[in-house]
């Protein structure tokens, strides 16, 4: 027996099926059979609240169709445009805007292509309220000799102008915070805050005492020497190497079109006898003495300021040594290698690290010859 179902769903639903024995009509059975809509879509989560520019993924299920994909849409309050509302990709992954809208009133609406007249909806809620959604940096190493500036990114802060602002929660220590907008606070972060491997919360608080979420500050531990991965034509690969990075800590204060993090420029030959700097982009050629040592000066150059309180070395086996540091001024600085007969020919990396412990690499900037 084949049942054909109604054209549109029926009242009371389900329906009751019951055959009956031609033999004895005494004799029968009942089954229940409801009736559904020709696709039903359901959306899940069902319900969710966001903190502004969250990411949420929403998956749909269509039943009483084989055709299981669907359009998702984001709809809201007839005076809200849809970026107010947020954004959703097509494969249901919401973001979140960044506030909430006047009326805090979002559906994630998920139309079945196989029955447009047919769609399921979630509930979206904006958090309101302070939320941090990145830090800068958000890892440094432990150990630094200087202080850093913290950046928080995210949402619903206090403006410090016109007051009052928010402070921001460092270990649950407040400290006084600059935040020059509803999206960003900055915060100094001292050398004992960041002493001690592990992880430091960092929270923002509003002036009405109202806390954001915790984020954390990892504090990694600093590299106690470097380690070379040697490759070679016949093994070109390196495995079960572990390799640690963390933020430079000038993170916090970088801005856009002003890159202040720890980099080296351009470096050249520094010529003693006539105080002169030759600053160029090709590599520094260093002569390696027929016999005994020899020095050789060089000089180079950072955007972000180089000075004698930072680290210079030379990769390698340690042949080729520093022996001397002097800045000249506008954030140059110049150093005196030590040369030995014994050192290998070829390129070598430029080190060059702060008090903070951030590194940075010249690659390939110095050649022996």
Not at 48 to 60: G, H, N
Not at 75 to 80: F, I, N, V
Not at 102 to 114: G, R, T
Not at 128 to 144: C, E, K, M, Q, R
């Amino acid at each position: 027996m084949d049942y054909l179902a109604p054209g549109a769903v029926p009242s009371p639903n389900p329906v009751t099926v019951q055959a009956t024995s031609a033999a004895d009509s005494t004799k029968s059975a009942t089954a229940q059979i409801t009736v559904i809509n020709h696709a039903v879509v359901t959306v899940q989560p069902a319900s969710v609240t966001l903190t502004p520019l969250a990411v949420q993924a929403f998956t749909a299920t269509v039943v009483g169709a084989s055709d299981q994909t669907v359009v998702w849409q984001v709809q809201g309050p007839p005076d809200t445009g849809a970026t107010v509302c947020g954004t959703i990709a097509a494969n249901g992954t919401y973001t979140a805007p960044g506030a909430a809208p006047s009326q805090d009133s979002i559906q994630v609406v998920a139309i079945s292509s196989d029955d447009p007249t047919q769609s399921g909806m979630a509930n979206v809620t904006i958090a309101t309220g302070a939320n941090i959604l990145a830090l800068h940096p958000a890892s440094v190493f432990a150990g630094g000799a200087d202080g850093f500036t913290l950046r928080a990114g995210g949402s619903g802060f206090a403006a410090t102008s016109p007051g009052p602002g928010s402070s921001l929660l460092i270990a649950d220590t407040l400290r006084t915070a600059t935040c020059t907008s509803t999206v960003e606070c900055t915060v100094p972060i001292t050398a004992a805050d960041v002493a001690t491997v592990g992880a430091v919360t960092v929270q923002v608080q509003n002036p009405d005492a109202t806390k954001s979420n915790g984020v954390s500050l990892v504090v990694a531990p600093p590299n106690i020497s470097d380690e070379v991965i040697s490759l070679t034509a016949g093994a070109p690969t390196a495995t079960a190497q572990d390799i640690v990075v963390v933020d430079p800590t000038t993170a916090g204060v970088s801005l856009p079109n002003n890159d202040v993090d720890l980099n080296l420029a351009a470096l050249g030959l520094f010529s003693t006898a006539t105080n002169v700097c030759s600053l160029g982009g090709n590599p520094v050629s260093l002569q390696r003495p027929a016999s005994g040592t020899a020095s050789a000066d060089i000089c180079m150059f950072s955007e972000s300021g180089l000075d004698s309180s930072m680290t210079f070395a030379v990769s390698g086996p340690g042949d080729i040594t520093v022996t001397a540091k002097q800045p000249i001024g506008l954030g140059i600085v110049r150093i005196t290698l030590q040369i030995p007969a014994s050192a290998f020919l070829g390129r070598r990396t430029l080190f060059v690290q702060n008090t903070n412990l951030d590194k940075t690499a010249a690659s390939g900037a110095i050649e022996v010859n």
